[in-house]
């Protein structure tokens, strides 16, 4: 008879959260509880860190390539494992290769899987064109604050894709604390649906993106706030 398996340290719990947390793949609840970790802890801020770059790699994939998965390749292309893999540093290589590999498979395959099942959810299908093009548009500086961004509108039939690009400019450099930050969407009505959450962390760009139900020309202004305090640090006026 052997005895129970140990159990993991709170530390050894979030090890593996950092790629699905960089990609938007972790439950609400889990995402929430990994920003309240990754305050306190400067080794998954780190890997946080060192991921962020991910998502931008990931958006080159069309969904041509997506949607006829080659039989004779279980996982994603080679290439993409090698860029993700050279962005880790030696020690990440020597501890989570394998880990990191496996979260970056199964979030290309899953992500491949909803484009190929859900096309119109991505703006993909032919009953949901674009009727607006995706041009980065800079936000206006409401508050003191380093931190700089775009904003980019797409419009589909079943409503609006927002996507921001944040740098924390002088912060970023710092080493300052991780701050929560989120996007806010203002409609012409006076409505306000905060529509996306995230960690800002020292030497990381982020990438957030969040559909709303509003049509582009619906859309009064896409603000960045502070959600604790409800300031609004920087917006954009459409």
Known sequence: MTGPAPSQTDGDRYVTWDAAYVLGALPGDERRDYEKHLKTCPACQARVAELSGIPPLLSRIGPDELAEPDPEHDGP?????????????????????????????????AFGLAIALRPD??????????????????MNKVAE??????????????????????????????????????????????????????????GATALPSANTPLQ???????????????????????
């Open 77 to 109: 292309p080679a290439e993409l494992l090698d860029t993700l893999l050279a962005a880790v540093s030696a020690r990440r290589r020597r501890r989570f290769i394998a880990a990191a590999a496996m979260s970056m498979a199964a979030a290309v395959l």
């Open 121 to 138: 959810a991505f703006g993909l299908g032919s009953d949901a064109p674009a009727q607006a093009s995706g041009q980065q548009l800079e």
């Open 145 to 202: 604050t380093p931190i700089n961004a775009t904003v980019a509108m797409t419009g589909y039939g079943w409503g609006t894709r927002i996507d921001m690009t944040c740098s924390y400019g002088d912060w970023g450099q710092s080493g300052g604390e991780p701050q929560n930050l989120a996007m806010v969407v203002v409609g012409h009505d006076g409505s306000r649906s905060q529509v996306a959450t995230w960690l800002g962390l020292s």
């Open 216 to 238: 582009t020309h619906e859309i009064a202004a896409v603000q960045l706030v502070s959600p604790e305090s409800g300031t609004v640090l920087l917006e954009r006026p459409l």
